[in-house]
């Protein structure tokens, strides 16, 4: 079975900086696919990004970014010129390449963006 | 865009009641979920359906149900609410196949039971 870390429970920065989100996952699987999403507080769970897992290439959303390290297994979103509305709990996702569509999630980590 | 609908945003209900949290999504996905969130545990399955009138347990079936009669509405039951069933519930659905496509999420009922 597959299993999802996000060890930082809780993260804040002021407004225009950097962030980094970590996320590890286990897996024996060779092809799959990694997610994260948003959270805004009391609204409706979004995508932010998605990597697929036999492409090399980091998937880049305008100012979010991932370093994907499959060898590591290692799978961390960057926010770049962090904004309030950034503010949001961010949950890493693993899914896999065939069959039925279902995720494993990690615990989450609480981004505060702060003005 | 892709609307799941879930029909109530806050619900308060008794132990021992039967519960029923409703969810309709309007873009022909084949494959919905329900799953409970809680602080430090994040998202867990608890039932999914990737066909009308088909589901497949989760990882934390236990004191819940479902149903699917339509390809759009996925029902979860809680069979007789107790206390430890109070959390967020949050349906998704997608479409099926290959690729494992976004899930696309309501904006979730929190649940108390008293």
Not at chain 1, 45 to 62: F, S, W
Not at chain 1, 90 to 112: H, I, S, V
Not at chain 2, 64 to 70: G, I, L, P
Not at chain 2, 102 to 110: C, E, K, L, N, V
Request: charged share 20%; proline share 3%.
């Amino acid at each position: 079975a597959q299993t999802v870390t996000q060890s930082q429970p809780e993260m804040s920065v002021q407004e225009a900086e950097t962030v980094t989100l970590s996320c590890t996952y286990d897996t024996s699987e060779s092809n799959y696919y990694l997610f994260w999403y948003k959270q805004p507080p009391s609204r409706q769970m979004i995508l932010v990004i998605r990597q697929e897992a036999y492409k090399q290439q980091n998937a880049t959303e305008n100012r979010f970014s991932v370093n994907f390290q499959k060898a590591a297994k290692s799978f961390s979103l960057k926010i770049s010129d962090s904004q309030l509305g950034d503010t949001a709990m961010y949950f890493c996702a693993f899914g896999p390449n065939f069959g039925n569509e279902k995720l494993t999630f990690g615990t989450g980590t609480r981004l505060t963006i702060i003005p | 865009d892709v609307k799941v609908t879930q029909s109530s945003r806050y619900l308060v209900k008794r132990t021992g009641e039967k519960v029923f949290l409703e969810c309709v999504q309007d873009m022909d996905h084949e494959n919905m979920f329900w799953y409970r969130q809680d602080p430090g545990l994040g998202l867990r399955l608890i039932y999914f359906s990737y066909d009308v009138k088909m589901k497949e347990k989760g990882d934390i079936p236990e004191g819940y149900s479902v149903s699917r009669e339509k390809k759009e509405r996925f029902s979860l039951i809680l069979e007789s609410a107790s206390t430890n069933q109070t959390s967020m519930y949050l349906c998704a659905s997608t479409t099926g196949g290959y690729r494992n496509q976004p899930q696309h999420f309501g904006d979730g009922t929190r649940l108390s039971i008293l």
